[in-house]
């Protein structure tokens, strides 16, 4: 069943646009309503990142939310990760963060959480809809039992407590020149504060949001400041993490990016050497190299892949009992601490095994080569592409031609009519035809 309002990751959009006040304020209403179990007080944590918008919907959320009962804990610019901890950790009925993640200011969204921290069920996020779109006057809360709101101090603080915690206690960074780049978003407080706290020598970027430059020209997504940086300082290493620091990708000492695949493989090895891992597994997407999954199977480890979307990797790690999983995109989910992605965390567990290592981080962080991967997108109007006979027998044929050395993902976008076509092989040649071969077929039946 297609869902009006959410997507792969909450409800997202243009601010003003497909995210209004009025929307938001539905949101707060349905979502209280639903979440309102027992006879407690119920209440709602709000964070958000650093985008102008965010006071719009914020403002409209806490009218929701208290319009029918709930009182507001309003925990200002914090990561998507720390808000899903204080959920569960201020014993909260439902969490709330304001955030478009790595998109550009002028988009914005809201991201739910249960009690538990964890992102919302299908199920649940349909019958928020249905409540959104049905009218609940009736349903809102009498005079005296309308909820209250306020701002809560010190949060950030139990954030870094809890972030530095998940590192043994006698590991210090000390001695290593880390430049951290914000983003100019949810985490330019907390991410520098926590590894100064570790005793690393920081040098933060992107640590000054005006409202409009989240996620321009850095973060995650944009990492040539950051490289810059890292060889300007000498420094050791680059973290950059997105605008709501759910991701993480970094940069080694000669300027070089480190991605999330790179990354999972530094965690799986570390976590599998020491017993950490709850199963000699870890989860990733379609889209990680297949070199990944090479690598890990050398080591006794294996690769379960699921469709695109960090909401996809939780739920098969939550199913069958995995503690890592993660995205190329630099998503890394260690379910002994998060219920999420967490950049911050995740950035401290590499750390780790850089200080245990003490060798260059481009040595710790390169643990396989990635086989030659092509992705290409083709635009089409109208209809199923990918039902067309001709289509199929050029997948077909691409599939021969592979003979079993590489992989092909053929998939519709979720938010936009694009088909992406993406090949992996030893061959970087035969993978750029067959997928030249594919994408001229889709584009003879989308013209």
Known sequence: MVRKYFGTDGIRGR?????????????????????????????????????????MIETALVAGFTSVGMDVLLL????????????????????????????????????????????????????????????????????????????????????IEFAKRTLPRDLSLDGLRVVVDCAHGAAYKVAPEALWELGAEVIPLGVEPDGYNINKECGSTETAALATKVREMRADLGIALDGDADRMVMIDERGHSIDGD????????????????????????????????????????????????????????????????????????????????????????????VKKQNRPVSEVCHRFEPLPQVLKNVRYKKGKPLEDAKVKSAITSAEKRLNGNGRLVIRPSGTEPVIRVMG???????????????????????A
Do not use: C
Request: hydrophobic share 40%; proline share 3%; net charge negative.
């Open 262 to 353: 790179q990354l999972l493989a530094v965690i799986a090895e570390s976590w599998n050497d020491d017993g950490r891992l709850t199963k000699p597994g870890i989860v990733a997407t379609v889209m990680s190299n297949l070199g990944l999954e090479r690598h890990l199977k050398t080591r006794g480890v294996s690769l379960i892949r699921t469709p695109v979307g960090d909401r996809y990797v939780l739920e098969q790690m939550r199913e069958h009992g995995f503690n890592v999983g993660g995205e190329q995109s630099g998503h890394i989910i260690l379910s002994d601490y998060a219920t999420t992605g967490d950049g911050l965390v995740a950035a401290l567990q590499v750390l780790a095994v």
């Open 76 to 159: 200002g610019p914090m990561p998507t990760p720390a808000v899903a901890m204080l959920t569960r950790s201020m014993r909260a009925d439902i969490g709330v963060m304001i955030s478009a993640s790595h998109n550009l200011y002028d988009d914005n969204g809201i991201k739910l959480f249960g009690p538990d921290g964890y992102k919302l069920s299908d199920e649940v996020e349909r019958n928020i809809e249905k409540l959104i779109d049905s009218d609940v006057s009736k349903r809102l809360a009498k005079s005296p039992d309308l909820g209250r709101a306020k701002r809560i101090d010190g949060v950030q603080d139990r954030y």
């Open 15 to 55: 601010a003003n646009g497909e995210i209004t006040p009025e929307l938001a304020l539905k949101v707060g209403q349905a979502a209280g309503l639903l979440f309102q179990r027992g006879e407690h007080r119920h209440r709602v944590v709000i964070g958000k990142d650093t985008r102008l918008s965010g006071y």
């Open 424 to 446: 992996e092989g030893d061959d970087q040649v035969l993978v750029e035809e067959i997928v030249d071969g594919i994408v001229d077929a889709l584009n003879r039946v989308a």
